[in-house]
């Protein structure tokens, strides 16, 4: 029986990792301009960190995750989102101690166990940034301005910066027992998971997207009318900077975002475009967290973003970029003898850089021609018993099929210049 990847899980090919190490090199270029060095964590963690991190009533916690006992009978979970580890990062290496306020990228697999469909999966890929110990709204609009700089980098438009605050831990409690008042009565209307939320986690009901449970969260009091003065002096902060730099946003009132780390400022970047799974960002304050995984106070704010969905963007506007990865230079040998000449040619081309695939099994030239043209190879060098007794190379051009002889002391230089025009 055949093996295949695990659901929800993809394999990314060469001809699409070129994609990935293109989309690597342009986020971390916008990180390291930010400021961000880059962390990188263990991939599994003891579930307890996620399970206080997140928080017990969350999704993720309560359904998604990939636990497992170790060999020690040690309870661990496959990351499925970066934040916590970041923050158990920082408390470990007293990262506080260093100079300045905490800035942290991440680029990496998470692993979370939902209903794979479009856009979502059960391994994907988060880049994310974190800053900790600064509360300043400043932070909060630099985080945003890195988020959206990351795809206007990439050539992307016509994506949503969405705005929220969720409030701190006293305004939030009032609202929520102001929701639950005034959703109690209506509690039978809710769908199945909204009523469980309402005993819960009631602010959760508010991003569900059953329409009977809009329109009842429609009309109950908003979250914005609870914010201490504050949570929103600090908002009104947030959003003057972001009209500062122009950057344009819209206040969504019903954002909460799923973990329940979250304090004030909440985010999400849009690409309306991708259907169910359109968010291709998130992320917002998190006041509470180091304290809550057994650290001192400190603020904390930071985003993830999806790898995947930002590619299905890209595709989706057409801004894929072509990356030439295959071989340039074919070499072709006829018979056994010129083998090792051929082999000392490729290693030559190959230290100046020039992608070089060599014939490994003396096949027919028409064979070797026609995998030349397969792998769309710009020149291929032929070296046959002849050759290698008058001491040439045939180079031929594939545009073309132009074919002359070279002296082989001169054919790295030659095939370096004609790649170069060729370009
Ligand atoms: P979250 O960590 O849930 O706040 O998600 C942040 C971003 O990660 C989202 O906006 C998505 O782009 C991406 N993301 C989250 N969950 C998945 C998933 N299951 N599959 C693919 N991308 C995801």
């Not at 695990?6 to 070129?18: C, F, M, S, Y």
Request: with cysteine; charged share 25%.
């Amino acid at each position: 029986m055949r093996i295949n990847a695990p659901k929800g899980t993809q394999d990314i090919l060469p001809e699409a990792a070129v994609i990935w190490q293109w989309i690597e090199e342009n986020v971390r270029q916008v990180f390291f301009s930010y400021g961000f060095g880059e962390i990188r964590t263990p991939i599994f963690e003891q579930t307890q960190l996620f399970a206080r991190g997140i928080g017990e009533t969350t999704d993720i916690v309560e359904k998604e995750m990939y636990t497992f006992l170790d060999k020690g009978g040690r309870s661990m979970t496959l990351r499925p989102e970066g934040t916590a580890s970041v923050v158990r990062s920082y408390l470990e290496h007293n990262l506080a101690s260093r100079a300045g306020v905490t800035k942290l990228h991440y680029f990496g697999p998470m692993f979370r166990q939902e209903k794979p469909q479009a856009g979502r999966y059960r391994q994907f890929n988060q880049f994310g940034a974190e800053v900790l110990g600064e509360d300043s709204p400043l932070v909060d609009a630099e985080i945003i301005a890195l988020a959206t700089d990351i795809y206007r980098r990439m050539g992307l438009d016509n994506l949503e910066v969405r705005i929220n605050s969720v409030g701190c831990t006293v305004c939030r409690s009032k609202f929520k027992e102001a929701i639950v008042e005034y959703l109690s009565p209506k509690s039978e209307e809710l769908c199945e998971s909204c009523r469980k939320r309402l005993e819960k986690n009631p602010l959760r009901i508010l991003d569900c997207k059953s329409p009977v449970c809009k329109g009842l969260t429609d009309l109950a009091p908003g979250l914005e009318h609870f914010l201490c003065d504050e949570c929103n002096s600090h908002f009104t902060d947030v959003k003057s900077l972001l009209d500062c730099l122009d950057l344009h946003y819209e206040v969504d009132s019903r954002l909460v975002r799923g973990l329940d780390y979250y304090t004030k400022t909440v985010f999400e970047v849009i690409y309306k475009d991708l259907g169910a799974q359109n968010a291709v960002c998130g992320g917002g304050r998190y006041d509470g967290l180091v304290q809550e995984v057994g650290g001192p106070p400190t603020p904390g704010i930071g985003f993830a973003a999806g790898v995947e969905r930002l590619i299905l963007t890209l595709e989706k506007q057409g801004k894929l970029p072509r990356i030439n990865w295959g071989p340039q230079v074919y070499v072709s040998v006829l018979g056994e003898s010129p083998q090792g000449t051929a082999f000392k040619l490729a290693q030559e081309l190959r230290k100046r850089g020039i992608r070089t695939e060599m014939e490994m099994s003396s096949r027919s030239l028409k064979a070797q021609m026609k995998t030349a043209d397969k792998l769309q190879v710009q020149l291929v060098i032929i070296l046959g018993e002849n050759e290698i007794a008058r001491d040439i190379v045939l180079i031929r051009r594939m545009s073309d099929g132009e074919q002359r002889e070279l002296a082989l002391s001169e054919a790295v230089d030659v095939i370096q210049e004609e790649l170069t025009g060729l370009y």
